[in-house]
């Protein structure tokens, strides 16, 4: 925020829009004076203070900053990759057991005490999670913004002191002004900005080298195993809101329909929509699978694709090379560092494999703390022959 600005609107020379200037008043206290200018220089000058963010629930959250990071928890595998971008993983103690188990190939968990299950993030913080917490003495906790989340963590209150905590949503639109936001609060704005300029590299790229370019029609689904019948599936339609498909909006014309979406971006359609209304895409781009990059084999992914494409048999795309599919990587803020695999996969005679596997690859060496050959180690997409794809041939 403009110091001059905020003297500016004491001095009456500027009136206060709220609107456009909702973090002027930067203590809360319903007013501009000369106190809002000296906590902005304090927080340019990095001295220790009380400041306030607006978080996801549209709160302003009074938090200490820098923030205290010696000690921290993290409710679910984004915000573990977030603390990672930010160089603070060995400061973890408390962590999900998606991190731990699934994810415990990417993230040293030695010490680290696993709370919550691998499908729920409110777990993390039930009555065992928030005793793990206090136990551990944590001071910040980067949790997953949902109530039942918030509700646990304004419970963990370790030596009479209510642990930090930071509400802030992890995909979509959002994932590059978040690890901005929190490479503030703290203080690593070096690591975020390097991640910020990662991702809109990526995006720039993508948009120089298809222009001009005929774009495809993309319709995001998931592809849990439970989830391939007769009683629906899951179609990621929010953009700006769900992490793939407001990735792959760069690559080609995605549906976007907010109609009937959840929290996290996501509607149910019937098989019959894709018979249908909705046979109508070039491409069916399938995220969110049961399958993690690094704990099936590429022949395990090749049958689990196999299995799932027969939900969209005769659809257009099916019968056009189109069905694609990638393991459980998107709904991060790793989200982008598969940007290339899918463009590749989409566009094999404009973008190159080599170019998505460094793509990745610098992903894990600059904001991981995996160590990780993508090419060896990793599984990204199908390479079988028993389905023809867009890039057959093009590996």
Known sequence: LDVKLLQDIIDKKETW????YPLADANQDG????????LVNKILNKEKCEVYYHNYFGEAQKLNYP???SRIAVTYWQQAEA??????W???KVANAYVTQIKGNQYPCEGIVEVGTTGSSAKSVDDNGIAAMIKAGINLIIATPTEAVKTGCEKVVVNGVQADAIYLWHMGNDSIPTILTMGIMFDEEERAEAYADFCYGLIEKVQKRLSGHDKLDIIVTTMYAN?????GITVCSGVGREGTCTVLQYLGNVYNNWTGINDFGMATYQQDWFLGEGNKFDVIFMAYSSVDQFTYDQEEFNDYFLDFIEYFKNTKAYNNNGMMGAPYIFA???SYSMLMYAAWMMYPDVFTLKEAQDTLQTWFDKFTVADVDVVEDGVCF???????TLYAGKF
């Not at 603390?83 to 603070?88: M, S």
């Open 67 to 69: 923030v205290d990071t």
């Open 90 to 92: 060995n400061n973890v």
């Open 31 to 38: 007013d501009i004076t000369q106190a809002d200018v000296d």
């Open 227 to 231: 989830q391939a019948s007769k009683t």
């Open 17 to 20: 829009d709220k609107t456009k």
């Open 382 to 388: 199908y390479t079988g022959d028993e389905y023809e």
């Open 83 to 88: 603390v990672a971008i930010l160089g603070q």
């Open 332 to 334: 991060g803020y790793s």
